[in-house]
């Protein structure tokens, strides 16, 4: 491993961030779908993206997998999972009026944000959600307390809050945001609203700030940084952003090798890789492969932190059905 602030790296040179790729909510999800595959045979529906990756969704459904919008999709009896950025109780609802089977892949850490949702709900505590209009996430959230969210986008956002500013008031997030992004929202709340409430523990996943921190390490001293994710994959284009502010010269996005253009590397010395949490080590192994052809031999990593936390599989997937043995995760 190269250390952090060599001189001696040579011309045309590789370093890799780690952590990076799959983080233990997104593993968890496709392990979900493939593993109910198995249990209950095809089809299985899953409402939404079961991750914000195009060739995991492509993958699955060559196994058998059916991604729709919306449950109205879904054959009444069917079987359907929710994906890892989790649903509202209406989407709950719904499926149980329709008397659809489910699964629920909602990554653990979204769930905590739900409850807090939840409880500060209960309270009587107006929330403001930090987090993109729109994205699957902040609409499962937001439905846990409609009338008492309301949603911030950028720091700006907050001077057009119009609430008691002597009132208390409570911050969640959207879990794979910005480190840096949140911060600076949360502080100007903190100044407008002087009797904020914290969450319990911070929103903001592990992964999302372990593969941020990570970033900015290979960033430093490259010359290019590519971030393998999809367009859709709010983790991967903060990833993009990240690395530029950390001192890349240039950071890309691409779903996989097939869309690195040769034209970006004129001047490129050192290029630095990573991924988002919903991308399999084969797409970055790909990258890799594709850069050794593009005259970049050689791949060092530069590990920040190691991971090891799991999660158990949704209860329906733990046991024997079907006659199947399932194995735990």
Known sequence: MTQEGSTDRPAKHVVVAAPRGYCAGVDRAVVTVQRALAVYGAPVYVRKQIVHNRHVVETLEQQGAIFVDELDEVPAGALVIFSAHGVSPAVREEAARRGLRTIDATCPLVTKVHHEAKRFAKDGVPIVLIGHEGHEEVEGTTGEAPDDITLLQTPED?????????????????????????????????????????????????????????????????????????????????LVE?????????????????????????GVNTVGVTSGASVPEELVDGVIARLAQLGYPRADEERLVEESLSFALPPELRERRAGHAVRRS
């Open 158 to 238: 907050v001077d057009a809050l119009e609430l008691d500013r002597n009132q208390p008031l409570a911050w969640l997030t959207q879990t794979t945001l910005s480190v840096d992004e949140t911060r600076a929202t949360v502080e100007r709340l903190r100044e407008r609203f002087p009797n904020l409430l914290d969450p319990p523990s911070d929103d903001i996943c592990y992964a999302t700030q372990n593969r941020q921190s990570a970033v900015k390490l290979i960033a430093k001293h490259s010359d290019l940084v590519i971030v393998v994710g999809s367009q859709n994959s709010s983790n991967s284009v903060r």
């Open 242 to 266: 990240v690395a530029r502010e950390a001192g890349a010269k240039q950071a890309r996005r691409v779903d996989n090798a097939d869309e690195i253009d040769p034209d970006w590397f004129d």
